[in-house]
């Protein structure tokens, strides 16, 4: 019986292959801001992954857009979680109101905030607050449309009851007013992208992005931006500092079965890490894909350091359970 295992040399060439072929949506979005370049593309394409995407065609299913953005304040070593989505349940018809078309069924507020124990204490303080807005209730979602003349991310969440977040190339504002709690974030440039040359477009999918093989998309935004926030939790606690802002958004018809997520970011933007895995079902098969990420920038003592590892790259990470 002739024997059926590939090469591993020539898997890695048909790999490379792939992704030159199913990458040209990245190379095309590479260039959305140059519209001598994009005039011939349709306007509806010319979205960006952080921005919200076209609802699929496939209308009895389900779909979701979120936004994860994570500060942290190490100065008071304080981490302040905000998820920010909107979801549409299988079977789900939109509803009219007032002349106005709402596409999803539900949308969610989450906001944690956690602060370590001071001077040498180590107990923690963590508080969470979430609210679920029904369909109806007055979220309006949307991006750039067309070609955007500024040729970077334009993209705005809100609820005209508890805020939400816009942001407008390099620069993210964050606004919520919880009933428990205020929030104010403004997180401005240098931004760390995953990738420097492909910053709006390219992300840890890699060539996979320009497929429809994924049931959950992932993209980062910025693996650290400089941010100053405003935190009132009730009315005596405030906090008003500067901290490091990871941004990045999952869009899609599910999310995975199950995930394993990491995300550092040393104080003075110059070393970060994400390690991210996930069980995918796609059609009858269940995968596990890990990616681990990782931006060093260069210092007087070494050079800068970029990985990448993905395994739908062919790389290897093992992983091992601890009893």
């Not at 109806?136 to 955007?148: K, N, Q, R, T």
């Not at 997520?261 to 269940?286: C, E, M, P, Y």
Request: glycine content about 8%.
């Amino acid at each position: 019986m002739p024997s059926t295992k590939l090469p591993l040399s020539r898997a890695a060439r048909l790999a490379r292959r792939a992704r030159s072929y199913l990458a040209w949506p990245q190379r095309w979005l590479h260039g959305r801001g140059n519209t001598h370049g994009t005039r011939r593309i349709l306007p509806l394409l010319a979205v960006l992954p952080f921005e919200p995407q076209p609802l699929p065609h496939r209308r009895r299913g389900s779909w979701f857009e979120g936004w994860y953005l994570r500060l942290v304040d190490h100065s008071t070593a304080t981490v302040v979680a905000v998820v920010l989505g909107s979801m549409r349940l299988p079977d789900y018809r939109p509803l009219s109101e007032s002349g106005t078309r709402h596409e999803y069924s539900e949308h969610l507020i989450v906001v944690m905030h956690e602060r370590n124990g001071q001077n040498g204490h180590t107990a923690r303080r963590k508080h969470t607050t979430d609210i679920l807005l029904r369909g109806l209730d007055d979220v309006s979602m949307h991006g750039a449309v067309g070609v955007s003349t500024g040729g970077g991310v334009q993209m705005r969440w809100w609820s005209h009851r508890y805020g939400g977040l816009q942001a407008d190339g390099d620069t993210v504002q964050l606004r919520l007013q919880m009933p428990s709690l205020s929030l104010v974030a403004n997180m401005t440039p240098p931004r760390t992208p995953w990738s420097e040359s492909q910053a709006d477009t390219a992300g840890p999918e890699g060539w996979l992005a320009g497929t429809g093989l994924l049931p959950c998309h992932y993209y980062i935004y910025s693996f650290s931006s400089p941010t100053s926030y405003l935190l009132i939790n009730g009315a005596h606690k405030t906090l008003s500092h500067t901290a490091t802002a990871h941004i990045e958004r999952n869009y899609g018809a599910s999310f995975p079965t199950g995930w394993v997520w990491a995300q550092a970011s040393s104080a003075d933007h110059a070393i970060h890490l994400i390690l991210t895995g996930g069980r995918f079902v796609i059609g009858k098969f269940t995968t596990r894909t890990f990616i681990l990420g990782l931006r060093v920038k260069a210092s007087s003592d070494h050079s800068a350091i970029s990985w990448n590892f993905r395994t739908t790259d062919l790389d290897r990470l093992a992983d091992r359970l601890l009893p």
